[in-house]
């Protein structure tokens, strides 16, 4: 199984982003899907979660500027950032809690990361 992030990149302040997170592999369902982020000096925070069935949570200082969803038929989720700030700067890494069969117990992985950066 694997998470394949993508989307970063160089965005001026104020512009917008969609990061998507295509997860590939022997798959069986998903639980949770989120986006975690981790600026330069700091520890790595939780951004957004999703869970299946759709119940969505942000950290404060995304609210009303990031928006996430998910794709459950093709395994991808989205975290559409908009109105950005610098302080967005960041490696954003997607997870997901996957179940590999019926019955099992869901496997916690992280995709490679991909770079946002804000210039003001």
């Known amino acids: 199984v694997q998470l394949q992030a993508s989307g970063g990149g160089l965005v001026q302040t104020g512009g917008s982003l969609r990061l998507s997170c295509a997860a590939s592999?022997?798959?069986?369902?998903?639980?949770?899907m989120a986006w975690y982020r981790q600026a330069p000096g700091k520890q790595r925070e939780s951004v957004a979660t999703i869970t299946r069935g759709g119940s969505i949570h942000y950290v404060d200082s995304v609210k009303g500027r990031f928006t996430i969803s998910r794709d459950n038929a093709k395994n991808t989720a989205y975290l559409q950032l908009n109105n950005v700030e610098p302080e967005d700067t960041a490696v954003y890494y997607c997870f997901a809690n996957i179940l590999l069969g019926f019955g099992t117990s869901g496997s916690d992985y992280w995709g490679q990361g991909t770079k946002v950066t804000v210039s003001s």
């Open positions: 592999g022997s798959i069986f369902s998903i639980n949770t």
